[in-house]
Nanobody, 123 residues
């Protein structure tokens, strides 16, 4: 069993930066692939980024490439999303998820979810 808690969201101006954290409980954290999804008002939850169990493989949605960086520290049971050059269209609730096996792009394949953290980018 894995419990996930996101933090680090907030209100920033366009061009600013935020660092999101996802703290996990559970002794098997390092066996899970991890991902970030986001859901804007009136839209479906969409894939943002993922990282495999040892951090060797990362994936990003095209719209955040070069601006966002996903990372993890298995010793601290924590995953991060560094978000730079933020745009108003990045405004959403950001969720972290844990995936034992499946397609990291597919939200329905994830086994556990955090409660979400709000990111608002003003113009």
């Amino acid at each position: 069993q894995v419990q996930l808690v996101e933090s680090g969201g907030g209100l920033v101006q366009a061009g600013g930066s935020l660092r999101l954290s996802c703290a996990a409980s559970g002794r098997t954290f390092s066996t899970y692939n991890m991902g970030w999804f986001r859901q804007a008002l009136g839209k479906e939850r969409e894939f943002v980024a993922s990282i495999n169990w040892n951090g060797a493989s990362t994936k990003y949605v095209s719209s955040v490439k070069g601006r966002f960086t996903i990372s993890r520290d298995n010793a601290k049971n924590t995953m991060y999303l560094q978000m730079n050059s933020l745009k108003p269209e990045d405004t959403a609730v950001y969720y972290c998820g844990a995936l034992r096996t499946g397609n990291p792009y597919q939200k329905n394949d994830y086994d556990y979810w955090g409660q979400g953290t709000q990111v608002t980018v003003s113009s």
